[in-house]
């Protein structure tokens, strides 16, 4: 079991920037894919972002292209996300989450609690 724990979730005006981290319990991190998705209230949870096991491979949703960078350290068993340029839009709670499947389009099996990022016009 794949305990996920987010952070840098907060408000922040349109513009601004946030970096939200995912840090993992489990010590085989480097086997796992990570991803971030998000929710917006009613809204379907969306991906955001996600990236293959060693980092070789990113996927973005088209609305965060060019704003969005996911990365990861193995090292720490911690995944980011840096958002820059952030819209009204982006508003929703974000959830890390890994899944054993090395396709990034392919299910995702564990989740965090998420953290709430509002941007503020």
């Known amino acids: 079991q794949v305990q996920l724990v987010e952070s840098g979730g907060g408000l922040v005006q349109a513009g601004g920037s946030l970096r939200l981290s995912c840090a993992a319990s489990?010590?085989?991190?480097?086997?796992?894919?990570m991803a971030w998705f998000r929710q917006a209230p009613g809204k379907e949870r969306e991906i955001v972002a996600g990236?293959?096991?060693?980092?070789?491979?990113?996927l973005y949703a088209d609305s965060v292209k060019g704003r969005f960078t996911i990365s990861r350290d193995n090292a720490k068993n911690t995944v980011y996300l840096q958002m820059n340029s952030l819209k009204p839009e982006d508003t929703a709670v974000y959830y890390c989450?890994?899944?054993?499947?090395?396709?990034?389009?392919?299910?995702?099996?564990?989740w965090g609690q998420g953290t709430q990022v509002t941007v503020s016009s």
């Open positions: 989450a890994a899944g054993i499947r090395s396709s990034l389009d392919s299910q995702w099996d564990y």
């Open positions: 489990e010590v085989t991190f480097r086997m796992y894919k």
């Open positions: 990236i293959s096991r060693a980092g070789g491979s990113t």
